[in-house]
C-alpha cells in the first residue's frame, strides 16, 4: 500500500513538472488534522517571493500579487496538460 501512495505520488509529481516546468517543485506530505494522508505538489518559479523557501512557511510567497485570475477555459487547458503528461509518463 505505501510503496503504491508513493508511486502514484511521484506519477503525479512528474506530470505537475512536465506540464508547468517550473524551476523545482515543492512535496509537502500532510495528515495530521485529518486522519488521512494527502500531497500538496507546489510547483515553484524563480521569480517567486522567496523561491529558497518552501510555500508553507513563506507569508510573501501566499501575499504576493497574482498577475490573473484563472478562468474556466485556461483551468481546464492545465489540467489537460497533467493529464496528457501523466499519460506520456505511463506510455499509454
Keep these: 500500500m505505501r510503496s503504491r501512495f508513493l508511486e502514484e505520488m511521484a506519477l503525479v509529481a512528474e506530470a505537475v ?3 508547468f516546468d517550473p524551476r523545482k517543485l515543492n512535496y509537502e506530505l500532510l495528515g495530521n488534522a485529518v486522519p488521512h494522508l494527502h500531497w500538496h505538489l507546489v510547483p515553484r518559479y524563480a521569480d517567486d517571493p522567496n523561491p529558497r523557501w518552501p510555500a ?3 507569508q510573501a510567497f501566499f501575499d504576493a500579487a497574482r498577475g490573473t485570475e484563472i478562468d474556466g477555459a485556461e483551468l481546464a487547458e492545465l489540467r489537460n496538460r497533467v493529464r496528457n503528461a501523466q499519460t506520456s509518463i505511463r506510455g499509454e
Design 56 to 58: 508553507r512557511n513563506n
Design 17 to 19: 513538472f512536465r506540464a
